[in-house]
C-alpha cells in the first residue's frame, strides 16, 4: 500500500551543504577576544620595555654623573688645599715681611699693588686683607668685603688653630656688581719667631670662579651643578640651565623647603640616586677641608631631565614601536590562520562524521544511481526491506520497496519533476512493516542523472496506535456516559452520550466539580481522598434535581495511578440507577456530603457559618489517636499516617452529613458536632469507638468532649476539648471524656 504525502520529510543535512568554513558567534567571540588580549598584551610589553628601557638608561647616565660628581669633588677639595697653600705663600711674602718689618706707607702701597695684580690673574681670587694682632681691619685690596674686625674665636689663646696652619671659612655671600657671590675666606696667622702674633692675613676666594675652573670636567657644558651646605641651602648653581619646577631658583633658598622628598633622602646618605617625576638626581657630600676643627661639609647636587633621557631614547622608542606593530600583526595573522585551520580541519571531519553517520544512523538510508538501483545502504535499511544487507546493492530500487509499475511510475515522475517525494508504503506483501518513506535527488556530481537518497523509517507502531486509538474510539462510542479528567477533575476527552447528558456541545473547559456542583462540588476533596487510597468511588447522583421523579444516576469514578503512586487521570462513568424502597438500602446510595478541611481556618470559617441555635447546641470532638506508648510497636512516621488515612475513611463512611472533620495534625482529628448535645456527642463517640475497634482500628484511641460556651471563640472551643482530652487519656475504660458540656445558668 502507498500513500502519498505531500509534505516534506526531514532529511539529514547533504554532504555538499556541511563543507566550507562557517564562523559562529562563539568562534567570532573568541576570536574577537583573543586579538584584543594580544593587542593589549603587546601595548602594555611595549610600554614596559620603553620604561625598563628609559630606566636603564637613566641608570646609566646617573652612573656616569655620580663618576663625574666624585671627580668634581676631589677637584674642589684639592682646590681648596691649594688655596691654603697659596695663602701660606702670601703670609710669608717677601713684600708682607718687608712691611710688617717696617710699616711705611710706601710700602703699604707697594703691597697693595702687588696684591692688586695677583687678584687680576687670580679669577677665584677676589681679594687679600690684612688685619692687626687685635684683629681689626688695616687695609686690604678693593673689594665688597666687610671691614669689621675678626672674630674674637680665631685671635689670641682662643684659637684653635696657629703657627702654619690655615683657617678656611664657611660660605657666605657677598654682593659684587648687583649680584650674590658665594665665597670663602682663608686666614693665616702672622707670627714672629718668638710666636707673638703681627697681624693676619685674609684671602677671599670666589665658588663660581672655583667651579667655572673645574666645570670641564664635566662630560657636557649643558649639565647642572649645584652646591647646597647641610641645611639645604643652596650656595651655586642657580644660574646654571632654566632650574626644575620644584628646586630653588636663588642663591640662598632652601632646598629642604621646595623639595623636601629629595632632601630627606640626601640627609639620610651621603651619596646616592634619586628619580623624580621630571629627572633623575645624583648628590655627593664633600669635605672641603681635613682638619677637624675646621670641617667644612657641602652636597653636590647633579640632575639628568627624564626629557632629555625621552628624547635620547626617542629613536629606540620608535624602533621598539615598529617592532611592536609588526610582531602584533603578524600574531593577529597566527591567530587568524589557526581558526581558520582549525575551521577547516572540523569541517573535514564534520563531513567524515556525516558521511559515516548516514549509514549508521537508527535510521535506514539508501543511495539509488541514476537507474534506480541500490549502490549504498546501511543496517537499518535492510532490517526494514527485509533484505540482506549483502543483497541490497545493485538491486532496484521498485523491487526493494515491492512497489507496481504504475506505483513507481508515478513515483519516479514527481521525483524528477519537483525534486524528491515523500509517502508511506507498506511492505505487507512480504510481511513486513509499514516505511515512511522520502526521497531526494542528490547535487549533481556529473552531467549525468542525479542520484537519489532514499531515507526509511518504520512507522508500523505508529500506525498500529492510530489504529488503536479508532478502536478505542468506536468502544467509547456506547450508550454509557463517560469522560477522562485529570486528577483535579479537569476534562480532558469525553464520549458523545456525556457531551449530550452534560450539554457541554464540545467545550471541554469544565471540571466534574463544576458540572456536578450540586452533588460533587462540596465534597470533591474527600472523593479524590477516596479515590487515592481506594482506586475508585462510586455514588448517586440526580442528574436532574427539577424533575421530581427522575432517575439518579450511578457515578462510578476510577483512577488510574501513574508509576511513582499518584493518580494521573481519571475515568468518570454516568449511568442510570434502578429505583430502590426507601429504608436503610437508601442511605448507602447517598452520597457523603462531609469533606475533611486541613487548615483551621478552614474550620473557623464553617464554624462562623453556622446559625446561632446550631452553633449554641453544638459539641467538638477531639480524637488522638496517637497516645503514649502507641509509637513503640510502629515502625515510623509513615505507618501512623497510613493509619490515620484509615481512620479518617471510616469516619468519611458513619459520619452524618451536617458534621465536619479537619485534619488537624498527624495524629489528631477534630470533628465539629453542630445541632449535638454532650449525650448525643457521648453515644456518637462510643457508637465510632466500637466500629473502630470491630476494623481492629480502635487501639489506644482517646476522645474529648467539649460543649460550646455562649460568647467562646474556636481557639477556647478547643482548649476546653484538650482539657476533655487529658480527662480521657486518664480513663482506662472507655477512653472517653467530658470537660465544659454543661451551660452556665
Known sequence: MLKNNPSTYPLAPLLSLTQGIHWSHQRLLAVASQLSMLVIGMIILTNLIITLGER???????????????????????????????????????????????????????????????????????????????????????????????PPTLLGASRNMGGKEVYTSPLEFVPIEGMLEPYMYQMAWLEKPDQSSMGYLVTYNSMVQMLEAIKPAFSSNKSPMLVLDTQGLLYAGASDLAPLSNMPETLGASLRQSYPALWRDMSMSNFGQFHGEEATFVYLKIELTAQPETRREYFLLSYVRNSDIAARFSQWQNIVIVASLILTVLAAWVVLLSHMYRLQQRSRQYSIDVANGLFNSDIGFMMVNENARVISANTKAAEATLVPLDELTDRSLQRTLCLDDRT???????????????????LESINGPTLRVHIRQAPRASRGSPHLLITLEDISELVSSKEQAFLSELLCDSTVATALTDANGKLIKINPVFDALMQLNGDLNQDLASLLANDLGNQWQRISAQIAMQGQWQGQILCSPKQAHS??????????????????????????????????????????????????????????????????????????????????????????????????????L???????????????????????????????????MEKLNGNGLGEGISIGIAGYQEGQTLEQYLNNAEVALKRAKQNNDQNIGQAFTRHQS
Open 56 to 150: 636603564r638608561l637613566q641608570e646609566e647616565w646617573a652612573t656616569q654623573r655620580y663618576s663625574e660628581l666624585q671627580t668634581i669633588g676631589t677637584l674642589i677639595t684639592d682646590k681648596v688645599s691649594f688655596q691654603q697653600f697659596r695663602t701660606q705663600i702670601f703670609a710669608n711674602g717677601e713684600l708682607l715681611k718687608q712691611y710688617l718689618s717696617n710699616p711705611t706707607a710706601k710700602q703699604q702701597l707697594k703691597l697693595q699693588e702687588a696684591w692688586l695684580d695677583l687678584v687680576k690673574h687670580i679669577p677665584e681670587l677676589l681679594g687679600i686683607a690684612l688685619y692687626d694682632p687685635q684683629g681689626n681691619y688695616k687695609f686690604s685690596t678693593p673689594s665688597n668685603f666687610s671691614k669689621d674686625a675678626l
Open 408 to 426: 513507481y511510475a508515478e513515483l519516479m515522475e514527481q521525483v524528477h519533476k519537483t525534486g524528491q517525494w515523500s509517502g508511506e508504503i507498506s
Open 551 to 652: 432517575n439518579c444516576l450511578q457515578a462510578t469514578l476510577k483512577g488510574h495511578v501513574a508509576a511513582d503512586g499518584e493518580i494521573d487521570y481519571i475515568v468518570c462513568t454516568l449511568e442510570q440507577a434502578a429505583e430502590r424502597g426507601r429504608g436503610t438500602e437508601k442511605r448507602s446510595l447517598v452520597p457523603h456530603r462531609s469533606t475533611i478541611l486541613l487548615s483551621l481556618v478552614d474550620l473557623e470559617r464553617y464554624f462562623n457559618s453556622l446559625p446561632p441555635p446550631s452553633r449554641l447546641s453544638s459539641s467538638l470532638l477531639l480524637m488522638d489517636i496517637n497516645p503514649e506508648g502507641l509509637l513503640s510497636h510502629m515502625s515510623d512516621i509513615d505507618q501512623l499516617a497510613n493509619r490515620q488515612q484509615e481512620v479518617e475513611v471510616q469516619l468519611l
Open 654 to 688: 458513619e459520619i452524618p452529613a451536617n458534621y465536619q472533620i479537619l485534619h488537624w495534625q498527624l495524629g489528631k482529628l477534630i470533628v465539629m458536632l453542630p445541632d449535638t448535645d454532650a449525650t448525643h456527642a457521648h453515644n456518637f463517640a462510643l457508637n465510632m
